[in-house]
Nanobody
Framework: VQVVESGGGLVQPGGSLRLSCTVS????????MAWFRQAPGEEREGVAH???????MYADSVKGRFTFIQDGAGKTLSLQMNSLKPEDTAMYYC?????????????????????WGQGTQVTVSS
């Protein structure tokens, strides 16, 4: 199983970025996935989760600004990030695990994910 992220970069406050995550080695519909981020000196925190039914969960810090976008074939899931703030600066990681229902207390908990990408850097700065 391979998880690959792309789309990070430098953006000004208030700007937008779209991060993409491609999972290979698992059939679509058999896994759930999430985005995490880690700033220097900080713990890795959950940002957004989506499962096979389309149920989504977002951290309070990004709710209303971040949203999932899925391509037509469903093989690539993107995270659209709008109204970016300097505090969104971090390395962003895509993670996946075999399908099971994760509760609201589990969906953004890194311990429930098996497969991880290498990360993509997002920097929000003027």
């Amino acid at each position: 199983v391979q998880v690959v992220e792309s789309g990070g970069g430098l953006v000004q406050p208030g700007g937008s970025l779209r991060l993409s995550c491609t999972v290979s080695g698992l059939a679509f519909g058999t896994y759930v996935m999430a985005w995490f981020r880690q700033a220097p000196g900080e713990e890795r925190e959950g940002v957004a989760h989506i499962d096979t039914s389309g149920w989504q969960m977002y951290a309070d810090s990004v709710k209303g600004r971040f949203t999932f976008i899925q391509d037509g074939a469903g093989k690539t899931l993107s995270l659209q990030m709008n109204s970016l703030k300097p505090e969104d600066t971090a390395m962003y990681y895509c993670a996946a695990t075999h399908y099971r229902h994760l509760t609201t207390s589990q969906a953004l908990d890194r311990s429930h994910y098996i497969y991880w990408g290498q990360g993509t850097q997002v920097t929000v700065s003027s």
